[in-house]
């Protein structure tokens, strides 16, 4: 009896895990606008790691455009 219900418990997670899984790759890409937005909120935290500091708000762009192409191309 304890076996089986060992062996029904590892089932479920192994499905459960299989579902989360699929679920995290199903996601589609972002459409225009999403990217923008994700490449604005990454370029105001860059900014407020350095203090909001003017003179830096390019570079600042930059490097979220760089972060955000990043993470896009390790979900292909």
Known sequence: MYAQRQKNKVK?????RQTTTTAMTVVPPPVRGDRHDLVAEAAWLIAERRGFAPGGELDDWLAAER???QLFAHER
Not at 12 to 16: G, I, P, S, T, V
């Open 12 to 16: 479920a997670d192994q499905e459960r």
């Open 67 to 69: 972060q955000i192409a």
